[in-house]
T-cell receptor, first 112, second 114 residues
């Protein structure tokens, strides 16, 4: 089944404790992206990747890191999480940059 | 800065009523346009998309949208809503010559009363 998977789905952590949210797609898509969803703000793009080893900042990259060492995976790293990063995170992928994106199930992160 | 505006934050309709959700974007270049739907507790799913050609596009579940270039708009419509259409709807724009940057509107929550 073609899909985007994220892990974990739910995470509660404390300020400053490094964490990684994994994202994987099995559709051989070149483009992958991370978003955060907050009430009243819609989805905002954090980082995106046009292809392996190519990443770029979205609208809200501060406090996040990403890497794209292989085509299928695009982990999101929070080196020192803070409470304002409490949010619902979605990973997405598409065939290329201009195409429709397929979204993962989301990761609900709470930073205490 | 480029932005996408959705006119209504929360819309409440009765079943069988007609729906129109507004979406405007601010960008003068070529864009690809999307409407996504998020049912309660689920991830985003594509309703429809516009890349080029006929500005009236049809999507799944009876939804359609019209691209009006002169108004920078891409409004979503459905002639007769059902209770199962209760969800949050997001308009999104990809800026064609800025790689894969995707900008979402704030979302419109639709509640349909049975």
């Amino acid at each position: 089944e073609a899909q985007v998977t994220q892990n974990p789905r739910y995470l509660i952590t404390v300020t400053g404790k490094k964490l990684t949210v994994t994202c994987s797609q099995n559709m051989n898509h070149e483009y992958m992206s991370w978003y955060r969803q907050d009430p009243g703000l819609g989805l905002r793009q954090i980082y995106y990747s046009m292809n392996v080893e190519v990443t770029d900042k979205g609208d809200v990259p501060e406090g996040y890191k990403v890497s794209r060492k292989e085509k299928r995976n695009f982990p999101l790293i929070l080196e020192s999480p803070s409470p304002n990063q409490t949010s619902l995170y979605f990973c997405a992928s598409s065939l290329s940059g201009g195409n429709e994106q397929f979204f993962g199930p989301g990761t609900r992160l709470t930073v205490l | 800065a480029q932005s996408v505006s959705q006119h209504n934050h929360h819309v409440i309709l009765s079943e069988a009523a007609s729906l129109e959700l507004g979406c405007n974007y601010s960008y003068g270049g070529t864009v690809n346009l999307f409407w996504y739907v998020q049912y309660p507790g689920q991830h985003l799913q594509l309703l429809l998309k516009y890349f080029s050609g006929d500005p009236l596009v049809k999507g799944i579940k009876g939804f359609e949208a019209e691209f009006i270039k002169s108004k920078f708009s891409f409004n979503l419509r459905k002639p007769s809503v059902q209770w199962s259409d209760t969800a949050e709807y997001f308009c999104a724009v990809i800026l064609y010559n800025q790689g894969g940057k995707l900008i979402f509107g704030q979302g419109t929550e639709l509640s349909v009363k049975p």
